[in-house]
């Protein structure tokens, strides 16, 4: 559903979650994508490199640590933000419409409590 509704402005889901974390916490380390996202380097690299192809982000050496590299986000980017419809709230209205607020909240635990024991598990290797 996700990818349906960013096709039309040519943007992927990992592209998306890409731009939020920098219209939203503003530049970050390229390296941190990777547990952010769950991904791994070489599905980050095209997912960068395809951003930056289309203007939306710049990839700068770290001042810091010069062998690291730092994501920001253009006007460019930041105008396609602003334009870009926000695919998580579409899909919660479309899922829940109706749902009242308290079964909301009990839905959010269970998923949550899933995600979490499906991320040990797969941690544990067991």
């Known amino acids: 559903m996700m990818e349906r509704i960013l096709r039309p402005y040519d943007i ?3 592209q998306w979650y890409v731009l939020y ?4 916490y ?8 990777l547990g952010l996202l769950k991904i791994e380097k070489p599905t980050l690299s095209d997912v960068v490199a395809a951003l930056v ?4 982000i710049d990839q700068a050496s770290d001042p810091t640590d010069r062998r690291q590299r730092v994501l920001t986000l253009t006007n ?4 396609q933000w602003d334009n870009l419809p926000d695919p998580i709230a579409l899909m919660r ?12 909240e009990l839905i959010a635990s269970v998923l949550k409590t899933a995600t979490e024991r499906l991320n040990n598990h797969i941690v544990e290797g067991i």
Do not use: M, Y
């Open 26 to 33: 503003g530049p970050t380390a390229q390296r941190d994508f």
């Open 76 to 79: 460019v980017g930041k105008n």
């Open 12 to 14: 992927g889901s990992t």
């Open 21 to 24: 974390q920098l219209a939203n």
């Open 93 to 104: 209205q479309i899922a829940f419409d109706g749902v009242d607020e308290p079964t909301l």
């Open 53 to 56: 192809r289309k203007g939306f």
